[in-house]
């Protein structure tokens, strides 16, 4: 069976977005480009063949991934070349800018659909953001990994990244030069 893995940029107080939905505290700030982070993710990335997107986390990285030159970013590269999958019953059509074989829209029953592709061939599955699709992946037991990346600054309020209470597992705590923290976390229980 792949591995599911959920990786998400929080902040320290657990909202992955602010109280008007932007993700700034973590794409503007100075801890978003850590070149020890940024190789922890292409290390990552050599394992996965598979990204899932939802619809808002789709519009996010589509407005900015495609453009980012591969030559200049190996992050940008393996991102834009990765299989990816858009779970959504709002869009028509997706794309990705030059790489259009890369993309799919999928709508319908995501927990079935994603249930089903873990059992498929191939590297693990890594899902970005897409908060609403996470928490009920993680509710259908589908989530084998969370991977936070913890900022270090507080929005006091916003999107909680959980909508649930959850135990897990801890099995890797990283700090970055930067103040950054990778968090890997294995889902146990949630209520």
């Known amino acids: 069976m792949r591995k599911l893995i959920m990786g998400e940029w929080i902040s320290l107080d657990g909202y ?3 109280a008007s939905g932007s993700t700034d505290f973590f794409t503007q700030a100075e801890f978003n480009n850590d070149p020890v982070s940024n190789q922890d993710i292409e290390d990552l990335m050599n394992d ?3 990204i ?3 619809t808002n986390t789709y519009k996010l990285f589509v407005e900015n991934w495609p453009q980012v030159d591969s030559n200049e970013s190996p992050t940008a590269k393996k991102l834009n070349e990765t299989e990816k999958l858009i779970y959504s019953n709002s ?3 997706v794309e990705w800018g030059e790489w259009k074989d890369v993309v799919e829209l999928v709508q319908g ?3 079935a659909s994603i249930q089903k592709l873990k059992t ?3 590297k693990a599955i890594m899902i970005w953001g897409s908060v609403s699709l996470s928490n009920s992946l993680i509710k259908s037991g589908l989530i084998d990994e969370i991977h936070l990346r913890i900022c270090p600054i507080t929005l006091g309020g916003g999107l909680k990244m959980f909508d649930m209470d959850i135990q897990l597992q ?3 705590v990283k700090k970055y030069p930067k103040g950054m923290i990778l968090a890997v ?3 146990e229980k949630y209520a």
């Open 48 to 50: 996965v063949d598979t």
């Open 91 to 93: 869009l028509n059509k």
């Open 120 to 122: 498929q061939p191939g």
């Open 170 to 172: 801890n099995l890797v």
């Open 109 to 111: 029953d995501a927990i």
């Open 185 to 187: 976390y294995k889902p």
């Open 52 to 54: 899932i997107l939802g």
């Open 16 to 18: 992955a977005a602010d």
